[in-house]
């Protein structure tokens, strides 16, 4: 994919994160009309934009684009990472808190990136994938690049300013930095909404437990 102007990257990546499912063209076109640049240079953004929404309209109708899911089946994340060009994939166990935290700040991502898919899959279901990795430290994120492993988040060690946590954005530097994310797109408010979103969909006892944290855990 061709880079993006970064006029035009700003106007999609500063979208109101209220409605995701809607593109709201017309705002954005506006965005665009209203800049101060030369008239032709504002007909090519213009296009680039047309030609982007696209894209990603038809990416959003491709199984798996743009959503966080879990793979059941070992068989078939082999398939999902040797088919698609960018992938991310959460080696976890549910019962983990920091697997947990990871899930978390990656449903953030995989909404906003949409090129690459995001998925997660529990240790258990995927045993010939534990040894064939290597996998001993959870949560363990392995990024692919054409079915090549590119990059890999033992714990969360190394992408935070902290060591025992890190934000959407830290993890979203981390995973664009090694090539699997097209671009950063977090904006501000975009963290703080995803946390809201994230705890009204849960329904566990979470407010229940203690705040301290496990250590990365061998498993």
Not at 28 to 48: G, P, Y
Not at 153 to 175: C, N, Q, W
Not at 192 to 214: H, I, L, N, V
Request: hydrophobic share 35%; net charge negative; with cysteine.
């Amino acid at each position: 994919m061709s880079s993006l102007d970064p006029t035009v990257a700003r106007v999609l990546d500063h979208r109101p994160t209220t409605d995701p499912d809607s593109d709201d063209e017309d705002s954005l076109i506006a965005a665009l009309e209203s800049s101060q640049e030369e008239t032709a240079l504002r007909e090519r953004r213009l296009q680039q934009l047309h030609a982007e929404l696209s894209r990603v309209k038809t990416l959003k109708q491709q199984p798996g684009h743009g959503q966080y899911q879990e793979i059941k089946d070992e068989k078939e994340l082999l398939t999902i990472t040797t088919s698609t060009p960018l992938c991310v994939v959460h080696f976890m166990k549910p019962d983990f808190d920091r697997c947990r935290i990871m899930d978390q700040k990656l449903a953030v991502l995989a909404d906003k990136h949409l090129d690459t898919r995001i998925v997660s899959i529990n240790v258990e279901n995927a045993p010939f994938l534990v040894v064939k990795l290597g996998i001993q430290v959870l949560p363990c994120v392995i990024s692919f690049k054409k079915a090549v492993s590119v990059d890999r988040i033992l714990g969360f060690e190394g992408v935070g300013a902290k060591p025992d946590s890190f934000t959407v954005g830290e993890l979203e530097a981390r995973l664009v930095g090694c090539g699997v994310l097209v671009r950063a797109k977090m904006v501000d408010g975009d963290e703080d909404g995803g946390r809201r979103q994230m705890r009204s969909g849960q329904d566990r006892e979470a407010d229940d437990e203690d705040d301290d944290m496990d250590e990365d855990e061998d498993w």
